[in-house]
């Protein structure tokens, strides 16, 4: 293609060889449904407790637990942090897990923001 120096994307091999251009109608990532994992008040379960499980589960540091955990006690929910799909079920579960083999009710669900 000597003198083919526009860059149509045709080539020289014959009839039906050009190349086609996609043109992208969509964005090619989207980006996934976000959940929100809340703490369910209760009259048993202790303080502490809770607080121990959002550093251990959640990653938060002692005063952000502890802020959390007095939330959920004053207001009967809370949020102790916000993932994709899997990582939020996965944290309900360690958490009904360890409320379990501990013999606490705490109750801890998941809900699309
Ligand atoms: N209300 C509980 C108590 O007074 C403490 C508590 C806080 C329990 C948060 C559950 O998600 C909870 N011992």
Redesign the pocket.
């Known amino acids: 293609m000597a003198e083919d120096n526009n860059n149509d994307q045709k080539d020289d091999r014959g009839p039906g060889r050009d190349v086609g251009v996609v043109t992208r109608t969509a964005p090619k990532t989207k980006r996934p449904s976000l959940y929100k994992v809340l ?9 502490e407790f ?1 607080v121990w499980l959002l550093q251990a589960v959640f990653n938060r540091d002692a005063e952000e637990s502890l802020r959390i ?1 007095l939330h ?2 004053q207001n009967g929910v ?1 949020i102790c942090g916000v993932y994709t799909y899997e990582v939020a079920e996965t944290k309900v579960a360690q958490v009904m897990e360890l409320s379990r083999r501990n013999q606490h009710p ?2 801890c669900t998941m809900e699309r923001e």
Request: proline share 6%.
């Open positions: 703490l369910l008040n209760d009259d048993y379960t202790p303080q809770v955990m959920v006690h809370g705490l109750q």
